[in-house]
């Protein structure tokens, strides 16, 4: 049985983590190879940046910042923001990153996610998907969840596997930096239904909430930052508590 991960997500902006509520309202967090490296130290299984600054200078800056996260953080990490070619994954992955993250350029180009795959493996993958529950569905959001699509998030996710995604990383913006919880049904219908991991993400505020998207949506692996970041919940008393609710957790 694989074990569940626990993930810390950073989003950067001018080389700074931030964090906000439903995608709007940003504040400062810290340093982000400093709190990289303290929850690599924690027991964190694994690691998510996110470059939100939209510049063109961002691929030289986010490929300096990934050189000095590998140097700092030993655990797998895998990088996200503007990622939009075959040239842009090299150099990342060149510098030290694991795995990628793309969302809006695979959206607006899905031969994207073959050509990733095809060149550097689907293990390398990791499709982004922003979420949004209006309509009586989950409607794929671009942009950083400012430009509504018509397309559901299922139908999306089930494609980009088929092109060869190696892993979801599912936010619901209802839910995000909310603290209410996971989005057990999106999270669920896409882990039940797909064969790669699921990565949960938006919403975290209590332990209960990690037990309850491992448990009842079958995530794989549960994503969070604020809470991470404000020290509201440390990821050592979190694995325990899973681990004495029976999950299985990598200590």
């Known amino acids: 049985m694989l074990t569940k991960r626990i993930i810390p997500c950073l989003d950067i902006k001018d080389g700074r983590t931030v964090k906000g509520v439903n995608f709007e309202n940003i504040r400062d967090a810290g340093d982000p190879i400093e709190l990289g490296a303290l929850y690599a130290e924690q027991g964190a299984d694994e690691l998510v940046f996110l470059d939100i600054t939209a510049t063109n200078e961002r691929r030289k800056t986010l490929s300096e910042l990934v050189t000095r996260i590998a140097k700092h953080v030993n655990i797998p990490f895998t990088v996200g923001g503007g990622i939009s070619s075959v040239e842009d994954v090299n150099v990342l992955l060149q510098s030290g990153a694991d795995k990628i993250s793309v969302n809006t350029s695979a959206f607006k180009r899905p031969e994207l996610v073959d050509e990733l795959a095809r060149e550097f493996g689907s293990q390398c993958v990791v499709l982004a998907i922003d979420t949004r529950f209006e309509d009586g569905d989950w409607y794929v959001y671009l942009n950083g969840g400012r430009v509504k699509t018509e397309i559901k998030a299922y139908d999306w996710a089930k494609e980009a596997?088929?092109?060869?995604?190696?892993?979801?990383?599912?936010?619901?913006?209802?839910?995000?930096?909310?603290?209410?919880?996971?989005?057990?049904?999106?999270?669920?219908?896409?882990?039940?239904?797909?064969?790669?991991?699921?990565?949960?993400?938006?919403?975290?505020?209590?332990?209960?909430?990690?037990?309850?998207?491992?448990?009842?949506?079958?995530?794989?692996?549960?994503l969070a930052a604020s809470i991470f970041h404000y020290k509201e919940i440390e990821i050592p008393a979190l694995k325990t508590y899973l681990y004495q609710r029976g999950l299985n957790i990598r200590f």
Not at 164 to 172: C, Q
Not at 186 to 208: C, E, F, H, R, Y
């Open 161 to 222: 596997v088929a092109r060869g995604a190696g892993e979801i990383l599912l936010t619901s913006m209802n839910n995000d930096g909310t603290k209410q919880g996971f989005a057990l049904d999106i999270t669920g219908k896409l882990s039940q239904n797909l064969n790669v991991p699921v990565i949960a993400s938006g919403g975290a505020g209590t332990m209960d909430h990690f037990m309850d998207v491992f448990e009842n949506a079958q995530a794989d692996a549960a």
